[in-house]
């Protein structure tokens, strides 16, 4: 009989849990294993393959970064498609660290195509993860200080949250 009455209340506990939480699936590409380009004196670039034919473009020039996502350009597979990867304003870094963090977050509602991305970034207000739709045409659509913050904008962002 308890047996029974826990189990009740863990399938009531998981069918009152929001979708996001049950549904939303990550996967990671180390920017260590990304194309590094360097442009000139402090300006460079990485080019990182991403799943399902995505890819992303993280980029710095003289105190500023951006980070832009998208379909990966045809027989490129580490490089954005021309005009796919939506405007970002590139933001500014802050004095002390790596601009980018080592790894990005491709997160995907049920295990599908991905629909936000998540990149850690030293900006001038510290250490903040930043979170990408690409639904469409990819747009910025949180800059946050915890991970919490960030699954939960993706989750918005997937049309799950």
């Not at 799943?51 to 710095?60: K, Q």
């Not at 590139?90 to 990005?104: D, E, M, N, Y």
């Amino acid at each position: 009989m308890r047996a029974a009455v826990v189990l009740l209340a863990l399938a009531t506990l998981a069918s009152s849990m929001p979708a996001s939480a049950a549904s939303m699936k990550s996967t990671y590409t180390d920017v260590a294993s990304c194309r590094s380009v360097d442009i000139r004196e402090d300006e460079f670039a990485h080019f990182c393959r991403g799943p399902d034919g995505l890819a992303a473009v993280l980029y710095y020039a003289d105190g500023r970064a951006a980070a832009t996502f998208g379909p990966a350009a045809k027989g490129k597979r580490d490089e954005v498609r021309d005009g796919a990867g939506g405007e970002m304003e590139p933001l500014g870094i802050g004095a002390t660290g790596a601009p980018f963090g080592g790894k990005i977050e491709w997160v995907s509602a049920g295990g599908g195509a991905p629909c936000a991305a998540i990149v850690r970034m030293s900006l001038e207000a510290g250490s903040r993860l930043v979170v990408t739709s690409l639904g469409g045409t990819p747009e910025r659509v949180a800059i946050v200080k915890a991970n919490r913050e960030a699954q939960a904008a993706a989750a918005k962002a997937c049309g799950d949250g």
